[in-house]
Structures are given as structure tokens and as C-alpha cells.
């Protein structure tokens, strides 16, 4: 019986990059998915700046940019046509890229498929159906319909809202009662069209999506009455009939025509032993927010950089405890957020229809703007106790100039993993002796396993803007991007360090006294 760290089931993009992460890490990982080859259609259509943050690592961020559209809006019209709510966003985000991406997901299937495939510790078996689970307490044994079993440390199942790991481990649904059937369009643009790039058509009479799907690609979406209506309704002239405002058989080819019933659903427990849900095998949101794909990619960054230590003997089982703690809040929020965005659009009462837009008009007569979309930090888990409101929250990423000239993207620079960032003062009271070593710029990044330290140019202001916004001098950020803890002075930067040593059983090579920091 073969054996391996992790065994991935389910290979659509949350397996890609768990698979990917685990890979580059030097892990021996066996991916498992029941079909043939790679779906090769769209389903996810969005992603935001912090998932292209994540493919950065993965190094596939600058092959998918001239693939995807960065979209600038995203609107919500009425029957009419009258614009309701327009959400802006920004061409950089606070992650370093641009806020909104519209993708064609085979694009980026194929991206992260080819970087498995390259990787020689990564082996993905198709026509690999699971059975079942063997949790023996020191491994698993995965069973594989008409082949051996595979022994492994840890499963990771990314098998989707129709898997079969759920029921495995015997998870309960929360059901948040949204739930609407839709019939999904997607073209291909083969003439001069151009229809809206981001936009929900909020009519009562028949509410729809309109949605690129980056640039030579499109969708369509409409809600249904009854998911038996999909029969009728995927007809192709129907279709055609639907979508002729927007565009003409000469124009685009029609790819796929879908039903999709959009569900608020969420698995307890995640974990059950060896066994751990991601992505849609653990949580379905409505797609209002274009959130559930990236919801899934930072499920498997957050259960990633914690396998790692665990398998490296840097951590106990315990950290595992710590993933749906910190997930399931943040992802919940973003559950109710949709529901909250998806009974606006799907409204079908008239009068109710009238009222709302009623409501929504008079808003922005008034110049009241949607509040920018916000997504909630991380719950309880591996974060400092110390009481800093930074903690759990996503770090930023801007542009930085060092000493030797390099200039860039933080990540790019400084590379990957566990990274603590001090304003200079800070880290001249935390490591005087060291200080006059550190030449050029005005904050200092150093990486907690090497110990090794180095002064970074701050090109746009935006880490001084930070610390100061968010009164701290010294920050302490995870290898999933997400801040561990910040601290006001210097001074307390050693009690941070120790913090993090005893929380993740990780040797760092900062050591735990002051001016011992090698640069």
C-alpha cells in the first residue's frame, strides 16, 4: 500500500491549490478525483485580490493576468433599466492586485493543473472514485473503487457541495433557507459584442445576471420558477431568445447551458480526525459576492501553512482545531452578506419591486453610496491574546524599494511564510546592537526561520499609513496572509515572538532577547 502526507479529493480549483501549497511545501500528495480529465467548463466566474495574492505564490499569477478582466463596477439595475447600486472597485487592492477579476475557469484550471502535474511530489490519479475512510487513529486508509487503497497522514476532501466526504464524517447542514433554481448561459464572443461586464438585472418579472467571464467569454444567468422549467428553458432558441438585448448568434457561440440551484449552506463539523472538508464539501454561499470560490482558495491556504507545520513536526494535531474556528465565522459572514444582496435581486413581488426601488433611487438622489463590500477578519484560533484589534485581519501588500534597488510587490521580494514587519524605531528599541547593520528605508521586515533582517523603502506610504491607522509598531503576519498579532512599541515585540513560538510549537530563530537579530 503506497503512502503519502495528504490525500486531495476533488480536483476543481480549491484541490488545485491545496495540492499546489502542500506540493511546494515538499509534502508527498496524492490528488483523487472520480472523472477522467479536468471538467473544462466554467462554473466560478470571480475572484478577488487575495486569491490572486495566493496564485502569486503558487506562481501562476502573471500567466492568468492577460486571461482575466479586472473589473472596475458592478451594478444592480431594475426592470427599467434605472440604476439601483453600483459597487465600485479598486484596480489595487489591499492585497496588491486589483479587487475584481472576471476569469474563465478552465483558464485557470489548466494554470493550476500544469503546476501540479510539474511538481514531482504531487501525483493526481483521475478515474479515481473514493469508496470510503479508514481513520486507523496514526493515518488513514483512503479506498479507491477498482484500485488499491492508499494510506495517508491526513485527507483533505474538496469534493464539492455533491461529495461524498460530508456524509462520510457525518456533517450536519445548516440550510439558511435560500435557495433558487437559475438557468446558467455561457458564450464564447466571437463578433464585435458588448454586453455589461458586471450586472444583476433586479426585475421582478424575471430577475438575471449578466456576467464576463474575462475576456472572450460570457454568461448569462436566469432565474427560474421550478428547476423542472430547465427542460423547456435550455432549448437553445429559448436561450438565444433570451439573450438577443445583448447578443446574436453571429456574434457568440453558446457553450453551455446549465441549471444551478444557488444554496446558503453550512457542514458542522469540518474535521472529523484525520479528515478535513474545504470549499463547497463544506460551505455553499449564493454567488452574489462572487465569493465562493475565493472562500474556498483561503480554506486551503489556512489549512495549508498549518498541515505544513504539522507534518513538519513544528506543530500538534491541534492546530487542525484551529481551522474551522477561524474560517467558519469569516465564512459565514460572507454566507449572510449574500443572502442579504440576493433577496434584493430576486424579488418578485411588484409592489415590493416598486418599493425597493423606490428606496434604492432615492439613496443615490441623495448621494448614499453602498458601503465598500467588506469581508470580516478570521474567529478564535491561532492569533495573539494580547488584545490588539489587528489580529485576524488580512495584512496589505503594496509596493516596497530595497537597499539593493529591488522593487516590487512585498511577496515578491521578501518571498513567502511567517513575516514580522517593525517601523525602524520599533526595531531599534527591539534589537539595538543590530540596528546600524540594517541600511536604507523606514520599516523593517524580518523573516522569523532565518532569523535574517532587512530595511524596505515604503513606495506609496501605505505601510506607515497602517501602522499608524492601526496604532502599532510592530506586526507579526502569518504565512496565510492574515495578522497573528501587532504591538504598540518595540518593547513589546519579544513578548509577541514568544507568543507565537508557544501558540504554534514553532522554532523561530529570533531569539527571545533584544539587539540578537542577525542581519
Known amino acids: 500500500m503506497e503512502k503519502y502526507d495528504v490525500a486531495v479529493v476533488g480536483y476543481g480549483p480549491v484541490g488545485m491549490a491545496m495540492a499546489a ?116 487513529g496514526d493515518e488513514v486508509r483512503v479506498n479507491v473503487a477498482g484500485a488499491e487503497a492508499v494510506s495517508v497522514k491526513y485527507v483533505v476532501a474538496c469534493d464539492g457541495g455533491n461529495g461524498t466526504t460530508r456524509a462520510k464524517i457525518d456533517a450536519e447542514l445548516t440550510d439558511f433557507g435560500f435557495s433558487e433554481p437559475w438557468l446558467v448561459c455561457d458564450f464564447r464572443l466571437t463578433g464585435d459584442a458588448r454586453p455589461p461586464h458586471a450586472r444583476q438585472v433586479c426585475d421582478p418579472k424575471q430577475p438575471q445576471s449578466i456576467i464576463s467571464l474575462g475576456p472572450d467569454h460570457h454568461r448569462f444567468s436566469f432565474m427560474l420558477d421550478s428547476e423542472a422549467d430547465f427542460e423547456i428553458e435550455r432549448d437553445p432558441e429559448r436561450v438565444w431568445n433570451r439573450v438577443a438585448p445583448y447578443l446574436a448568434p453571429g456574434q457568440a457561440e453558446l457553450v453551455r447551458v446549465a441549471t444551478y440551484t444557488f444554496r446558503s449552506l453550512l457542514a458542522n463539523p469540518w474535521r472529523r480526525g484525520r479528515i478535513i472538508l474545504a470549499g463547497d464539501a463544506a460551505h455553499q454561499m449564493p454567488p452574489f459576492l462572487g465569493q465562493g470560490m475565493c472562500s474556498g482558495i483561503r480554506d486551503a491556504h489556512n489549512l495549508a501553512f498549518k498541515l505544513d507545520l504539522l507534518l513538519a513536526g513544528q506543530a500538534q494535531d491541534s492546530i487542525l482545531d484551529t481551522y474551522q474556528s477561524e474560517r467558519e465565522p469569516h465564512v459565514a459572514a460572507v454566507v449572510h452578506k449574500g443572502i442579504e444582496l440576493g433577496k434584493v435581486q430576486t424579488m418578485r413581488d411588484p409592489e415590493a419591486a416598486t418599493e425597493r426601488d423606490r428606496q434604492y433611487l432615492a439613496n443615490r438622489a441623495r448621494n448614499h453610496n453602498p458601503e465598500k463590500l467588506r469581508f470580516p477578519g478570521l474567529g478564535p484560533g491561532f492569533l495573539s491574546s494580547n488584545g490588539h484589534p489587528a489580529a485576524g485581519h488580512l495584512f496589505i501588500q503594496d509596493e516596497v524599494r530595497t537597499a539593493a534597488g529591488d522593487q516590487g510587490r512585498f511577496d515578491g521580494i521578501f518571498g513567502y511564510g511567517p513575516r514580522l514587519l517593525l517601523l525602524r524605531s520599533a526595531y531599534e528599541e527591539f534589537a539595538p546592537e543590530n540596528a546600524h547593520d540594517i541600511a536604507g528605508g523606514d520599516v523593517v521586515v524580518v523573516n522569523p526561520a532565518t532569523g535574517r533582517a532587512e530595511a524596505f523603502t515604503d513606495v506609496n506610504g501605505s505601510y506607515r499609513s497602517w501602522f499608524e491607522t492601526n496604532q502599532c509598531s510592530a506586526v507579526l503576519v502569518r504565512p496565510d496572509f492574515y495578522i497573528f498579532g501587532a504591538v504598540r512599541t518595540g518593547g513589546e515585540v519579544n513578548g509577541l515572538i514568544r507568543e507565537y513560538d508557544k501558540s504554534f510549537a514553532f522554532e523561530t530563530k529570533i531569539p527571545a532577547t533584544s539587539g540578537s537579530v542577525s542581519a
Not at 66 to 73: D, F, I, L, T, Y
Open 21 to 136: 501549497l502542500l506540493g511546494k511545501a515538499g509534502h508527498k500528495v496524492i490528488v483523487l478525483e472520480r472523472y477522467a480529465g479536468l471538467y473544462n467548463l466554467p462554473r466560478a466566474a470571480i475572484f478577488d485580490d487575495e486569491t490572486m495574492r495566493t496564485f502569486a505564490e503558487l506562481g501562476i499569477a502573471e500567466e492568468l493576468l492577460p486571461k482575466v478582466s479586472a473589473q472596475r463596477n458592478y451594478e444592480w439595475r431594475n426592470g427599467a433599466g434605472d440604476l439601483l447600486i453600483e459597487h465600485e472597485f479598486a484596480l489595487k487592492g489591499a492585497s496588491g492586485w486589483s479587487e475584481w477579476y472576471m476569469m474563465y475557469q478552465p483558464d485557470l484550471e489548466n494554470a493550476l493543473s500544469a503546476l501540479c502535474t510539474s511538481l514531482p511530489n504531487v501525483e493526481v490519479r483521475f478515474n479515481s472514485k473514493v469508496d470510503g475512510y479508514e481513520d486507523r
